[in-house]
């Protein structure tokens, strides 16, 4: 079994009886209820930094898309439309 700490949250009567009703009918205790929406705040925020860190890192070793550099003159040319 895994050790558990005991914390004090204070919440609005409202939205206690509410979370309540929400646990009810889940079948679980309020404290389970909270400790399963905590742990999935948790998880997706590790899961939100691990796709940060891939995506910047994409910035540092772009993916390889063929072709030559353009030369700035290229980049720039103008051609008379007429």
């Known amino acids: 079994m895994v050790a558990k700490a ?15 009703a929400v646990a009810a009918r889940r079948g679980q205790s309020v404290s389970a209820l909270l400790a399963d929406e905590l742990r999935e705040l948790v ?19 772009p993916l390889p898309l063929g072709g030559a550099p353009l030369r700035r003159e290229a980049l720039h040319e103008r051609r008379r439309v007429r």
């Open 43 to 61: 998880e997706d925020e590790a899961r939100y930094a691990s796709a940060r860190r891939r995506a910047l890192s994409l910035f540092e070793h």
């Open 6 to 20: 005991n914390i004090t949250v204070a919440i609005e009567p409202g939205l206690l009886k509410k979370a309540r």
